[in-house]
């Protein structure tokens, strides 16, 4: 079976700094990755999505980056958090038949 | 572009009451639509779907009918319990390449016994 993997599960980082989330798949081959990203108090919103390694479309701009190094991993980066990038980041994948199966998540605190 | 739009909460209710949030989308041709449930620190399920006009997905006592007149996919709950208590969102699909998903802004149920 198909098995998400976010890390880390939460953090805190001070405004400025650098940001690493990792997500990682297992259970399938060349999935359909996304990133999403869960306000306090507001829906989801889709950060970007890839479709193979290298591979990154997004769909809002913003700071933040992602990357596609390996077939089952996708990271979201930013070079200088600011404070309105707080959140629940969400990685998920296709699973077919337009469903998409969401990992864990990664919660983010920048103070 | 496309949209979606849920009835905010929090929706509060008692254990066995009748449950229903609304969600109204707009979307050109037609979307598959999808119910995702949150519950309280853990990441987004699937609840239940519908990829066609007259459809109704359901699972675990809930269901949703596609409308497309109404452009709607009210969620429904007959009675509802404490294990209920979630946020729920409403998506939708465009089936493009990608099969992204364009959420709600999310309706926080409160269940109490």
Redesign the interface.
């Known amino acids: 079976s198909q098995t998400i993997h976010q890390w880390p599960a939460t953090l805190v980082q001070p405004v400025g700094s650098p940001l690493s989330l990792e997500c990682t798949v297992e259970g399938t081959s060349n999935p359909n990755l996304y990133w999403y990203r869960q306000a306090a108090g507001r829906g989801l919103q889709l950060l970007f999505y890839s479709v193979g390694i290298g591979q990154i479309s997004s769909e809002v701009p913003q700071n933040l980056s992602a990357s596609r190094p390996q077939d089952r991993q996708f990271i979201l980066s930013s070079k200088k958090l600011l404070l309105s990038d707080s959140g629940f980041y969400l990685c998920a994948l296709d699973r077919g038949a337009d469903t998409q199966y969401f990992g864990p998540g990664t919660r983010l605190t920048v103070l | 572009g496309d949209s979606v739009t ?1 009835m905010e909460g929090p929706v509060t209710l008692s254990e066995e009451a009748f449950l229903t949030i609304n969600c109204t989308y707009t979307a050109t041709g037609y979307p ?1 639509l ?1 119910w ?1 449930v949150q519950y309280p620190g ?5 609840l239940l ?1 519908a ?1 066609k006009a007259d459809d109704k997905g359901s699972n675990k006592g809930f269901e949703a009918t596609y409308r497309k007149e109404t452009t709607s996919f009210h969620l429904e709950k007959g009675s509802v319990q404490v294990s209920d208590s979630a946020v729920y ?1 409403c998506a939708l ?1 465009k ?1 493009n ?10 309706t926080r149920l409160m269940v109490k016994p």
Not at chain 2, 42 to 46: I, R, T, V, Y
């Open positions: 849920q598959s999808f995702y853990e990441g987004l399920q699937l779907k990829t969102f699909s089936n390449a990608g099969n992204m998903l364009t959420f709600g802004g999310g």
